[in-house]
């Protein structure tokens, strides 16, 4: 059987990866941080191992993964999902809010490859796969310093893609759209309604989307498929 690892598995876009993959055969553990009766309840829900974590923390994330392996023998798949957003003005952000951006996203993408790689390494076999986002592909206002994590991660995957390919380890991205989850709250339906209109596929997109991508990616039909940063956005932005 087919085992996933997903970051940031609790809600939104992770928990619709643990969802999706279970229900296709997948085994799946999960990480989270602080919505522990959200991750629990998913768990239960699926039959996902959820495992407490904070991506950018070294011992933590070591620790994780090895549960996962001890769990269920090996891992086909890694998927960095765990991220935090943050909005405005770069000189009014703080340092604080730029080191926890770059702990989650970029540092948390390195340490789980770093902690996954030697178990692929060894078996020959495995899929690796980042959230990264459309921002990191172009960039947006008020969204400066999450748009450079995110192209960071797209970087770095791109890559580590060469760097492991050998071993028949493939590395890829996810490079999602605007997605109705969490993040949005802050919006106004007039506010959504605006970006719907400026996609040309007329809607938002869902977790749901995001995650077959994910499941496609992590699977056999993908298995020629690496270093690419695929776009999941509607056509909001086409690179």
């Avoid at 229900?23 to 959820?50: C, H």
Wanted: net charge negative; charged share 20%; proline share 3%.
């Amino acid at each position: 059987m087919k085992t996933v690892f997903i970051t940031g598995g609790s809600r939104g876009i992770g928990a619709e990866m643990v969802r999706i993959f279970t229900q296709n055969g997948w085994q799946a553990a999960f990480t989270y941080r602080s919505s522990e009766d959200m991750a629990l309840a998913l768990g239960r829900e699926t039959g996902a191992l959820p495992i407490r974590c904070d991506a950018g923390n070294e011992q933590e994330t070591q620790s994780a993964i090895q549960q996962a392996l001890k769990q269920f023998g090996h891992l086909d798949a890694l998927i960095h999902n765990a991220g935090t957003s943050y909005t405005g003005l770069v000189q009014d952000m703080s340092s604080e809010d730029f080191d926890d951006l770059y702990a989650v996203h970029l540092r948390g993408a390195f340490l789980c490859a770093k902690h996954v790689l030697p178990h692929m390494i060894s078996r020959k076999k495995g899929a690796i796969l980042f959230v990264s986002s459309m921002w990191g592909q172009v960039g947006a206002s008020c969204e400066s310093a999450y748009s450079a994590m995110k192209a960071g991660v797209i970087g770095f995957a791109k890559a580590l893609a060469q760097e492991v390919g050998p071993s028949n380890i493939r590395v890829n991205c996810l490079c999602p759209g605007v997605i109705e989850t969490d993040m949005l709250r802050q919006y106004t339906e007039e506010d959504k309604q605006a970006l719907r209109n400026e996609t040309p596929l007329m809607r938002l997109g869902t977790p749901g989307d995001i995650a077959s991508a994910a499941l496609f990616l992590c699977g056999n039909d993908a298995s020629f498929i690496t270093g690419a940063a695929l776009n999941v956005n509607g056509g909001f932005v086409i690179t």
